[in-house]
């Protein structure tokens, strides 16, 4: 089992920065890609981005390509959501999950689909506001 605790969230201005982060207990995420989604009210969860925690390889949505990054701290068994440049769209709950299918599949299906993830966090509510 892993258990996700997600931080960081709050209020931040328009163009603003935040950075979360996803804390992993019970496994090593090393087996594990750790994706990020997000959830506004009314509609459905929709994929950020991922990484594959052993390898550091990260991917990213085209909403938020070139504005969020995402990196894994190994010693914390840790993953951060670095976020800048916030738009009005940016509002949600953000979730972090975790899911070995894509790193024994190779599939890109399994990092962007949130039903395929099996461990969550209990999500973080970030809110972009002037």
Request: proline content about 3%.
């Amino acid at each position: 089992q892993v258990q996700l605790v997600e931080s960081g969230g709050g209020l931040v201005q328009p163009g603003g920065s935040l950075k979360l982060s996803c804390a992993a207990s019970g496994r090593t995420l090393n087996r594990y890609a750790v994706g990020w989604f997000r959830q506004a009210p009314g509609k459905e969860r929709d994929y950020v981005g991922a990484i594959d925690f052993n390898g550091g390889t990260t991917y990213y949505s085209d909403s938020v390509k070139g504005r969020f990054t995402i990196a894994r701290d190994g010693a914390r068994n840790t993953v951060y959501l670095q976020m800048n440049s916030l738009k009005p769209e940016d509002p949600a709950v953000y979730y972090c999950a975790a899911d070995s299918k894509y790193i024994t599949t190779g599939s890109y299906y399994y990092l962007i689909t949130a039903n395929e993830y099996n461990y969550w966090g209990q999500g973080t509510q970030v809110t972009v506001s002037s």
